[in-house]
């Protein structure tokens, strides 16, 4: 059995690009299917597959039976924005997380532990403190964007200061970068004025997808799926720069810039999420990280695929946190740690010598 | 061997310095390796030979001095166009992330592939030929990690001929290889140079650079001490001029080509701070 799993997954290595893309994206795109039609009837309001069916046809033009009015409601302006945020910020997370996976040369990198997410969720932070994101609606995720990006290059910063870059120094800054925002949250947490902010900061920390509607797809969505096709088209320069930047540069990549470019991309996409979802941990390490055991580890495949699994992962895991304490909700991000990390860590011990080989 | 004028000059470094913190690595220094020639590049440990030829290759900005490939300004080339037609073989392979021998290999038709572009089945076929003449394809579907140093440096050999190089550089190609692929490897790079294309390689192994090469370059301390044929360059008095160690050479009599007996060093204290391959084989 594991004999052959592990047969099958060889000769899928063995297949060309184009064959290895198409069989990826097939799988991957019937689970994305799957689950969004699933997570569409599950809820409070009980809507069954076929209804769901009905409703999604109708929207799109086709002639279907009747159907309620109610069960229209909830999937059209309730439940589908949700899972299609659900989705992108799954997408990002995921396509972040292997670029900065490759760009690192370290398995451990993703945008949570370089510090990235740590200046969106500042940004949002000082957006929701200072009363700006109840003024006006784009504030928080205006304000999230530059914190993710403004994180990134102070990362990058540090790293290249003196002219010589150092691959170490970026992944050491952006750890301490990241303790630093944490501690300035913190500290604006400590001194926030009245209650009602704090709870609102706090929920938004856990990184949620409740009350998700159509703005927030408006606002996240293509800049997600923009920045995915931008980092596929850098793949194959970043299966070189994962060689080492020297490799990089014999084989005719423009180091510098490529690498700029790779970290800005994947900060924007971190910011898109983060500005719809709040902070969602271990989907940019866990899915990237899976996946290249999987498939091996040529980017080109990798990322489009981790946009896909990191879309399955938060369905999947928003899904179980709107059921499991019915009629409450569990927080998306809490699950995301709570079901990631100890997966992550059994992987670990599974697999040590293949992930420290990596 | 000498390059006359309609042998078009491949590979043309004229007074190239390179200096780091204040250090000069390369200080003026002069190689020229014309279309279809092998030239060698022999001197002590930190002579410069790695660092000449990464800056042949581009990959470090030399401060002074000018390089020209076939006839055109490295710097104002692009680093894809440098890689089309010049291809470099590095000392130490780098950590390799898990590819397979087979996708790395592939990895150098990268330069051939526009953007929008994936390998095609000739590129396949041109990184198969590739691993056949360095005689990996058996390596091809394993990770590079569970391969040996010589074998991973063959299978870096490969990707360079796999990007079809008019240029070949290559960094100690031999330092990890057993004997039999120290001789089939530098005997494929012989053939592939009497085919037109042309060879740069740094080389430890004097008897080895003795009989492969058409030009040798030793370099000292980052200068060009003395250039010219094997037969030229190989004197007793070069070899210890540059290295510090004695040496007797004469023809080898069932080869036929020239050979080099390493004797012992010169004086014991320059050989304690030369501790390189060429020392140790001494001692033996």
């Not at chain 2, 120290?182 to 042309?198: A, F, H, K, P, S």
């Not at chain 2, 320059?270 to 060429?278: E, L, P, Q, Y």
């Amino acid at each position: 059995m594991q004999a052959a799993r592990l047969a099958t997954l060889r000769g899928y290595r063995q297949m060309g690009i184009s064959a290895r893309l198409a069989i990826g994206a097939v799988v991957l795109l019937a689970l994305v299917l799957v689950v969004g039609l699933v997570s569409l009837s599950l809820g409070p309001v009980d809507i069954s597959l076929r209804h769901v069916a009905w409703i999604i046809l109708s929207g799109v033009g086709f002639e279907t039976p009747e159907f309620g009015r109610t069960e229209q409601l909830v999937i059209e302006q309730i439940r589908l924005p949700r899972i299609i945020v659900g989705a992108s910020v799954g997408a990002a997370l995921g396509v972040a997380g292997a670029t900065m996976q490759g760009l690192f040369r370290n398995p451990m990198a993703d945008p949570g532990i370089i510090g990235v997410s740590a200046g969106g969720a500042l940004g949002a932070v000082v957006a929701i403190a200072a009363g700006l994101s109840a003024l006006f609606f784009l504030a928080l995720p205006l304000f999230a964007f530059a914190g993710a990006i403004a994180a990134a290059f102070l990362v990058y910063g540090i790293a290249v200061v003196g002219g010589h870059f150092s691959m170490a120094t970026l992944l050491l800054a952006g750890v301490a970068v990241n303790a630093f925002l944490g501690a300035i949250v913190s500290a604006i947490i400590i001194f926030l004025p009245d209650n009602e902010l704090l709870r609102e900061v706090l929920f938004w920390l856990a990184g949620g997808l409740d009350a998700r509607a159509w703005e927030h797809v408006r606002i996240a969505t293509p800049l997600i799926a923009g920045s995915t096709a931008l980092l596929m088209l850098l793949s194959r320069d970043l299966n070189l720069l994962m060689l080492g930047d020297d490799e990089a540069r014999s084989m005719g990549v423009r180091v510098g810039v490529t690498r700029v470019v790779l970290l800005a991309v994947s900060a924007l996409a971190t910011g898109a999420a983060v500005a719809v979802s709040g902070t969602i941990a271990f989907v940019g390490l866990v899915t990237p990280h899976v996946l290249r055991l999987a498939l091996g580890p040529d980017n080109r495949v990798l990322i489009p695929m981790s946009a896909l699994g990191g879309a399955v992962f938060v369905m999947v895991a928003d899904t179980v946190a709107r059921l499991v304490i019915e009629p409450a909700e569990m927080r998306v991000g809490i699950l995301t740690a709570f079901v990631g990390a100890p997966f992550f860590i059994a992987l670990l011990i599974k697999n040590k010598r293949q992930v420290y080989s990596l | 061997m000498t390059m006359n004028g309609n042998t078009p000059t491949a590979v043309d470094a004229r007074a190239v310095s390179f200096s780091v913190e204040a250090k000069t690595l390369l200080d003026g220094v002069d190689v020229r390796a014309g279309r279809g020639h092998f030239v060698g590049l022999i001197g002590p440990n930190g002579a410069g030979k790695s660092t000449l030829l990464r800056t042949l290759s581009g990959i470090l900005r030399h401060q002074e001095g000018a390089v020209s490939l076939e006839g055109r300004d490295l710097e104002s080339l692009p680093a894809r166009d440098v890689a089309a037609i010049l291809a470099l073989v590095p000392q130490l392979a780098p950590y390799t992330q898990g590819f397979t021998a087979f996708e790395l290999v592939l990895m150098g038709r990268y330069p051939h592939l526009g953007r929008f572009q994936v390998e095609s089945q000739t590129d396949d076929r041109i990184a198969r030929e590739a691993m056949r003449l360095t005689e990996t394809e058996d390596f091809g579907p394993r990770t590079l990690e569970t391969l040996s140093g010589g074998e991973r440096q063959r299978v870096f050999l490969a990707r360079a001929l796999a990007q079809q190089p008019r240029i070949l550089l290559l960094d100690e190609p031999t330092s990890n290889l057993d004997i039999l692929h120290q001789l089939t490897i530098l005997g494929l790079v012989r053939r592939l140079v009497d085919g037109g294309l042309t060879a740069i390689a740094a080389i430890h192994d004097l008897n080895l650079a003795a009989r492969y090469c058409d030009h040798l370059v030793v370099l000292s301390e980052g200068r060009v001490v003395t250039e010219g044929s094997p037969e030229e360059v190989l004197q007793p008095e070069t070899i210890e001029a540059a290295f510090g160690v004695r040496s007797a050479v004469y023809r080898e009599p069932v080869t036929g080509a020239l050979a080099i007996s390493l004797i012992e060093p010169a004086e014991e204290p320059v050989a304690a701070t030369n501790g390189n391959g060429v020392t140790s084989a001494a001692g033996r």
